[in-house]
């Protein structure tokens, strides 16, 4: 990149981050530092402010980088992300959101602990709800080092590895200082960033065709150098029977996923009411639908006028295809048009990575100080040592997220946040469901769901093309390959469900009528909500 697309998407970096830091000061003055104000900011939003926080947690660089870079190579087969990630949002709206918000208080342990010994069930929801933390953290790592990377044009490791510590140290700043207020307002001017800026691409992507998408389209075929099949379901996932099963695991992943991420069941916290967290995901639908009808736009633009071949050369996952798209839409590389329009963009995928990783590690740390650093505790933990604790841990969770991000710097965030939601499905969403519907569900259960999907997610990751034996893998030198599929979801989630069913008709325990029916009834109510 030419120095004024450097300066000025510098610039505009400083912007933002200094706009992020003068909010996130002044909320922590006027904090009261009580567990309620850390964790669920006050629980003082209303359903459209909190609409708008969902969608920005959602919306990470995996949507606007990763998505787009996938289309933008494999065509069709990188649909699969965009509407999973949106179809995951109904189940959300229909089966958690609300019942979710009554029962619990910061965490997703909270909802299992309603009825339950909270000691084990604490342990194991808090350990699970961490390691899918980290996992979709290292993805926004990754995205970082190679917006940097493409920013600077320098194709050196030194560059990505400071922008991935760099964005770890901001993040622990926003979590420490501010909490969830200051995270929830920079995630509102992150979101309203990040659409304003998808909208105008989408926009002249449009006009480059005259409005005519089929158009659009056609070239984008002609120019991937497939054909008709670019168009196609097959490039990518229809090799043979293995590559099959991949797609249909990714596509089991995404779609129940979203239903177990701990930094959006959280949001769900600061609310006041059932009724508004509902609401709020209702305004989260709508913003998150339209975002990702726009990254189909933007990853087939990138392939009619960047082309496929220039994404890969830039970065081999195609993590860079929209930067690059905006430089061309522009007026290209030596235009004060693509520098502007380059150097806006770059400016809110960082944006969008830093709001994001803020949000995911209030989460995480919130896990750690709330259920693991309460439950160890042979007392409980007064609130304020345990938000304490929680500042401490975000510093923890930054380091290891960093560290990962740094060893798996050229895999496609998109993929990468796949993995992060095969994890939450199969050890979070099975004990969710069952706390809230199966009346006979007990603690053993409980246990057993959470590290029946856990531990199957994380060996069969470890045992796949992911991490070795293949040349696209992180360490492709060495070869313990045994599990064929790069998303374990087909094989992890029925393994967490299959998991709590056993624990549970095995277990001597009586599951307890009184808590359950008090549950059931705070559940649909709300009598008796925080």
């Known amino acids: 990149m030419t120095g004024d697309h450097q300066t000025l998407a510098l610039v505009l970096f400083s912007v933002f981050v200094a706009v992020t830091l003068g909010i996130t000061t002044w909320v922590s003055r006027n904090r009261r530092g009580s567990a309620e104000e850390f964790y669920a900011g006050g629980r003082l939003f209303s359903p459209m402010e909190n ?31 965009s509407v999973g990630f949106l179809v995951a949002w109904l189940v959300v709206l ?5 019942l979710v918000r009554n029962c619990g208080r910061f965490t997703l342990a909270d909802v299992v602990a309603a009825r339950m010994r909270e000691r084990p069930v604490r342990i194991a929801a808090g350990t699970s709800s961490v390691t899918v933390s980290v996992l979709y953290l290292v993805a926004q790592m990754v995205g970082a080092g190679s917006l940097v990377a493409l920013l600077l044009g320098d194709t050196g490791e030194a560059a990505r590895s400071w922008a991935v510590i760099g964005v770890g140290a901001l993040m622990v700043v926003y979590v420490s200082l501010g909490g969830m207020r200051a995270t929830t307002w920079i995630q509102i001017v992150k979101a309203v960033l990040l659409l304003g800026g998808t909208v105008t691409l989408t926009v002249l992507v449009l006009l480059r065709f005259h409005g005519d998408f089929d158009q659009l389209l056609r070239t984008a075929a002609e120019r991937s150098g497939h054909g ?16 099959r099963f991949d797609f249909m695991s990714l596509g089991l992943a995404l779609v129940l996923g979203t239903a177990g991420l701990p930094h959006i069941l959280s949001r769900f916290y600061t609310v006041p009411t059932a009724q508004a967290a509902r609401r709020s995901v209702v305004w989260s639908i709508g913003l998150i639908g339209g975002f990702y009808l726009m990254t ?10 960047v082309g496929p071949d220039a994404v890969r050369g830039s970065n081999a996952s195609g993590n860079t295809a929209v930067p690059l798209l905006a430089l061309d839409l522009g007026g290209g590389p030596h235009s004060a048009g693509g520098t502007v329009l380059f150097a806006v963009v770059a400016a809110v ?5 830093l709001a994001v990783v803020a949000g995911i ?15 160890l505790r042979r007392r409980r933990s007064r609130p304020r040592s345990e938000v304490a604790v929680a500042r401490v841990a975000a510093v923890g969770v930054g380091a290891v997220a960093i560290a990962l991000g740094l060893l798996a710097r050229d895999l496609n965030v998109a993929f990468l946040v796949g993995l992060a939601f095969a994890v939450a499905a199969s050890a979070n969403l099975p004990v969710l469901l069952y706390s809230l519907f199966w009346r006979s569900f007990t603690t053993r259960g409980a246990v ?35 599990f064929p599929l790069e998303n374990p979801g087909l094989v992890s989630i029925p393994l967490g469900f299959l998991a709590g069913w056993l624990g549970t ?6 599951a307890d009528e009184a808590r359950h029916a008090e549950a059931e009834v705070r559940s649909l109510t709300g009598a008796g909500a925080a």
């Open 51 to 81: 609409g708008f926080a969902i969608a920005g947690d959602y919306m990470s660089a995996a949507s606007f980088l990763g998505i787009s870079g996938l289309i933008a190579l494999f065509g069709y087969d990188g649909l699969l992300y």
């Open 94 to 98: 229909f089966l958690v959101a609300e």
């Open 228 to 243: 008709d099949a670019f168009l196609a379901p097959g490039l990518k996932y229809g090799g043979d029977w293995t590559a």
């Open 296 to 305: 189909i736009v933007l990853g087939f633009g990138a392939a009619a006028i």
């Open 349 to 353: 995928a960082f944006a969008t990575i």
């Open 361 to 375: 590690t209030l989460a995480s740390s919130a896990s750690v100080a709330h259920d693991l650093y309460a439950s």
């Open 448 to 482: 057993w769901s959470v590290y029946g999907g856990l531990i199957p997610a994380l060996a069969l990751v470890v045992l796949s093309p992911v991490v070795s034996g293949s040349p696209g893998s992180l360490f492709p030198a060495v070869d313990f390959q045994y």
């Open 505 to 510: 008709v095995t277990s001597a325990e009586v």
